[in-house]
């Protein structure tokens, strides 16, 4: 498509293109950047001695969770907190683990369960915008699976008037995705902010070396969030601007 840089939207087209590469990047940047985190702080034993279970027990009993359960979770890195059973699932090297990382992880995860049971706003509007996403996605798949099969193979079926409402529908569907990782770091930045002020006031991790170890993994693993916001950002302005561009067109 003709992209005429006298417009807006031919501007907006070309910026958000050429910084695709950069926001692909960074993604990669930070996603090895946990990964060195968490394997550097794996390594590293906590004084304490107690897993990532029995933090993540201890935690959730003392902030009146006692109804959330614990599960064993395969996958690295896989930990999460399931809102809908109420539970925290650790994987295999933090369920077990007394690393710092560990332990970071599971109080991470406790913080989740907390914002669930204290009614956090932000985790709140996640799950709604989720569940709609999901919906938005099924309606809109078929129109996104046959615009890229045109697009891929060269077809001339594919009118201005498709072409449209095919590049419409991936901005949509970016739109919500921007709009999750919105929502989605507040909600990670308290759930570690609350981790580390648990792990301090129980008294799980007293040594401050110790406790930059943790806040090294977690800010590691916040950055992922960050670069999951600009890489949305990054791609729903550029269907935004070819959504402008082949309306111009008709």
Not at 52 to 71: F, K, M, P, S, W
Not at 129 to 157: D, Y
Not at 191 to 217: F, H, T
């Amino acid at each position: 498509m003709y992209v005429d840089l006298s417009t807006f939207e031919g501007i907006l087209f070309l910026v958000a293109s050429i910084m695709i590469l950069p926001a692909i990047l960074f993604a990669l940047w930070t996603q090895m950047r946990v990964q060195s985190a968490f394997n550097n702080y794996s390594q590293h034993m906590s004084m304490t001695g107690e897993t990532g279970y029995t933090v993540a027990r201890r935690l959730l009993d003392a902030n009146g969770c006692g109804h959330v359960q614990i599960e064993l979770t395969h996958g690295h890195l896989s930990d999460h907190y399931d809102p809908r059973k109420k539970v925290v699932r650790l994987s295999e090297g933090v369920h077990n683990s007394s690393s710092l990382a560990a332990l970071g992880v599971a109080a991470h995860e406790v913080g989740h369960a907390i914002q669930d049971h204290t009614g956090y706003v932000p985790l709140k509007v996640r799950q709604i915008v989720i569940k709609t996403t999901r919906l938005v996605n099924v309606a809109l798949l078929p129109l996104i699976v046959i615009g890229m099969i045109g697009m891929f193979i060269g077809l001339g079926f594919m009118s201005q008037e498709f072409f449209l409402w095919f590049v419409v529908a991936l901005a949509v569907m970016y739109g919500f995705s921007f709009l999750i990782n919105v929502i989605t770091l507040p909600t990670e930045f308290d759930a570690s902010r609350r981790a580390k002020r648990m792990l301090d006031d129980e008294r799980i991790i007293q040594d401050p070396a110790e406790m930059d170890g943790v806040k090294r993994v977690l800010g590691a693993a916040a950055m992922t969030y960050v670069a999951a916001l600009v890489v949305s950002l990054v791609f729903l302005l550029r269907f935004v601007a070819l959504a402008l561009m082949a309306s111009r067109r008709r």
